[in-house]
C-alpha cells in the first residue's frame, strides 16, 4: 500500500437564488443549520484575496454533496471522491480535470450500501466514509470499492466527521459524534453529557479487518466544551488536534485539543470566522512548517482562513471567484503534472467540489511551498 499525503454553483445571471428553508426534523436538517439569516462574505468585511478556482465540477444539485477526498491511482491518476448525502453514494471524479468519472454504492444498510454518507478521509488504499443514518464508519478498498468492515454502529448515535492516521502497523480513526439532547433533537446536550463527542477506534488487520473502540472523549467545561461537532483533524508531529466548534450562539471557532484528547484550553480564530466554522485541513511539511487551512461557511462565496501550523497565528484568508456554502475540505499535497506542489479541494454548494492549485494560493499569500 502506498500512503498519500494527504453560488450558487449554477450559472450567475443576476442574482443568486436563496435556498428554501430546511424544515426542523426534517430528513434532511442538521444540528448546525441554526441560523435565521443566511451569512454573507460580501457582507461581512472579511480582508481576503481572491483565488481562481483551477475548475469545479459540474454542478449535481440531487446528489447533496458534502466532503471530498482524494487518490492517486495504480496509473498514476488522481482521482477525487465525494460523499452525496442524498443520494446515497460516491461519486468520483477526474481530480485533475473535474470529469466525473462514476458513482458507486447507493441506499442501503448492507455492506457497500450506504445511508447519508458525510465525512470521508483516504489513507493509502483505503477510503473511510461516515455514515449519519446507518450510524457507522464503513471501509473500502481502492481502486475497486470493495468493502472491508463497517464499525461503530453499537457506539455511534449521530456521526458526522473523521480524521485517520497511521498508528503502528494500523490506524486510528477518530469519529465526532454529534448526538443532541434526548429532550429536544434541535438542542445540543447540557455540558456534562458532552463527555463522550469523539470516539476512538484502533483499525487493525490480522486475518481480516477488525476494529477496537479504544476510548472516548470531550471537554464538558463552559469553555473547552464542542456543542456542534462534524470537523475534526490531528497534527501528529504537534501533538495536536483541532476542532470546529460550528455553534454560532457560543462563538463559532476551533478549539485546540491534545492526541490525548484533553482540551488545551486554546482556541483558534475566535472572532475571525463570522459564518461558521467548517471542514480543515493541513498542509503539512517534513519540518515540521506548514499551515492550516478551515473554513468559514459564508453562504455566498466561502472564506478559507490560513493558520501558521506550529504558533497557530493567523497569516490571511482567501476565497475563490465563485465556491460556495462549503462543508468539507481536503489537502492533497502529491504532486502530478497538472499540480506540481498539491492540490486543495472544497465542496460547491453542496452540489460539486471545486480545486484550486496551491501554487496560487501560496502565491496569493505569500506563502511558503514545502522545502522553500
Known amino acids: 500500500m502506498r500512503h498519500l499525503s494527504f453560488l450558487c454553483v449554477a450559472v450567475l445571471l443576476s442574482a443568486c437564488a436563496t435556498p428554501a428553508p430546511v424544515e426542523r426534523g426534517s430528513p434532511e436538517h442538521e444540528p448546525d443549520e441554526t441560523m435565521e439569516v443566511d451569512p454573507l462574505l460580501v457582507d461581512a468585511g472579511v480582508p481576503h484575496e481572491v483565488v481562481r478556482e483551477a475548475f469545479t465540477t459540474a454542478p449535481t444539485p440531487d446528489d447533496n454533496i458534502d466532503s471530498p477526498a482524494s487518490w492517486t491511482a495504480p496509473d498514476g491518476a488522481r482521482w477525487l471522491i465525494a460523499t452525496a448525502k442524498t443520494t446515497d453514494r460516491l461519486v468520483v471524479y477526474d481530480g485533475g480535470t473535474g470529469r466525473r468519472i ?13 445511508d447519508r454518507p458525510n465525512g470521508i478521509a483516504v489513507v493509502d488504499d483505503l477510503v473511510f466514509v461516515v455514515e449519519r443514518d446507518n450510524r ?21 448515535q449521530q456521526p458526522y466527521g473523521l480524521w485517520v492516521h497511521k498508528a503502528g502497523a494500523g490506524y486510528e480513526v477518530i469519529v465526532s459524534d454529534n448526538y443532541m439532547s434526548p429532550r429536544d433533537e434541535d438542542v445540543p446536550p447540557p455540558l456534562d453529557e458532552l463527555g463522550e463527542r469523539f470516539k476512538r477506534y484502533r483499525l487493525e488487520h490480522d486475518a481480516g479487518w477488525k476494529a477496537t473502540l479504544t476510548g472516548t472523549f470531550g471537554d464538558t467545561g463552559a469553555s473547552g ?25 457560543v462563538g ?18 475566535a472572532g475571525l470566522f463570522k ?7 493541513l498542509y503539512a511539511c517534513a519540518d515540521g512548517s506548514g499551515y492550516w487551512l478551515a473554513t468559514d461557511q459564508f453562504k455566498d462565496r466561502s472564506l478559507f482562513h490560513v493558520f ?18 462549503t462543508d468539507g475540505v481536503w489537502l492533497d499535497m502529491h504532486p502530478d ?11 460547491d454548494d453542496d452540489q460539486g467540489v471545486a480545486a484550486f492549485d496551491w501554487r496560487d494560493i501560496a502565491r496569493a499569500l505569500s506563502l511558503k511551498t514545502c522545502g522553500r
Open 225 to 249: 466544551a464542542i456543542r456542534i461537532a462534524e470537523s475534526v483533524y490531528g497534527d501528529v508531529a504537534h501533538d495536536r488536534l483541532l476542532l470546529s466548534e460550528e455553534d454560532v450562539a
Open 102 to 114: 462514476r458513482a458507486v454504492a447507493g441506499p442501503g444498510e448492507g455492506p457497500g450500501r450506504l
Open 308 to 325: 501558521d501550523r506550529v504558533s497557530l497565528a493567523h497569516v490571511g484568508a482567501f476565497a475563490g471567484e465563485r465556491t460556495a456554502n
Open 136 to 156: 457507522r464508519v464503513q471501509v473500502f478498498a481502492l481502486p475497486s470499492f470493495e468493502p472491508l468492515l463497517s464499525f461503530g454502529s453499537t457506539e455511534l
Open 252 to 269: 463559532t471557532r476551533l478549539r485546540e485539543y491534545g492526541l490525548d484528547g484533553r482540551y488545551r484550553v486554546r482556541d483558534v480564530g
Open 275 to 281: 459564518a461558521q466554522a467548517e471542514g480543515m485541513a
Open 337 to 347: 503534472a497538472r499540480f506540481p506542489e498539491g492540490v486543495f479541494y472544497a465542496v
